[in-house]
């Protein structure tokens, strides 16, 4: 089956600033690459799908990019309301993992 | 506006079985999979596989072979995730989620606890 990682498992950073996750696939999944954020207590929610289009009523300072094993979410802009943990997922084929996950926090 | 509403936490001793429930309203049933997630206390999620609701076609992943059961009552729009031989690790919040291949809509979770 296909890997998935995330580095970092977590970061703190200042609200404005720029965040970077990364997701990489043990193999190429080309564009079947999905983020979603969980907030503390709550539900999943999907952030970007296709690797890089953007779920209707995300605000726009998410965004993605990557293919094939290696893959990116950015913040421009942290928000207070973006703490959460993010989870990228694979849907090239089935299994449909996700990735670990990678805590965001406010600094 | 589309919801996926699950049934409520359960209690089980190891052993036993539950099923729960997820209904669908504000779209057409049949036309999008339903796939079931969980998430241990603390950790991450975890694909469990999905259902076919066109056709009633199940798929597991592989972790779970065996002791899943999905299936579906169309006439209620509803779908169900049966679990058999409960152990203490299956202790776990279970979602059900809307899609194909990523998951647009979630359900609010089920909280299955197993223990003795």
């Known amino acids: 089956d296909i890997q998935m990682t995330q580095s970092p498992s977590s970061l703190s950073a200042s609200v404005g600033d720029r965040v970077t996750i990364t997701c990489r696939a043990s193999q190429d999944i080309s564009y079947y690459l999905a983020w979603y954020q969980q907030k503390p207590g709550k539900v999943p929610k999907l952030l970007i799908y296709g690797a890089s289009t953007l779920q209707s009523g995300v605000p726009s300072r998410f965004s993605g990019s990557g293919s094939g094993t290696e893959f990116s979410l950015t913040i421009s802009s942290l928000q207070p309301e973006d703490v959460a943990t993010y989870y990228c997922?694979?849907?090239?084929?089935?299994?449909?993992?996700f990735g670990p996950g990678t805590k965001v926090e406010i600094k | 506006q589309v919801q996926l509403v699950q049934s409520g936490s359960e209690l089980k001793k190891p052993g036993a079985s539950v099923k729960v429930s997820c209904k669908a309203s504000?779209?057409?049933?049949?036309?999008?999979?339903v796939n079931w997630v969980r998430q241990a206390p603390g950790q991450g999620l975890e694909w469990m596989g999905w259902i076919n609701t066109h056709t009633g076609n199940p798929t597991y992943a592989q972790d779970f072979t065996g002791r899943l059961v999905f299936s579906l009552d169309t006439s209620v729009d509803t779908a169900y995730l049966e679990i058999n031989g409960l152990k203490a690790d299956d202790t776990a919040v279970y979602y059900c989620?809307?899609?194909?291949?990523?998951?647009?809509?979630w359900g609010q979770g089920t909280l299955v606890a197993v223990s003795s």
């Open positions: 504000g779209y057409t049933f049949t036309r999008y999979a």
């Open positions: 989620a809307r899609g194909q291949n990523f998951f647009d809509y």
């Open positions: 997922q694979k849907y090239y084929s089935d299994p449909y993992t």
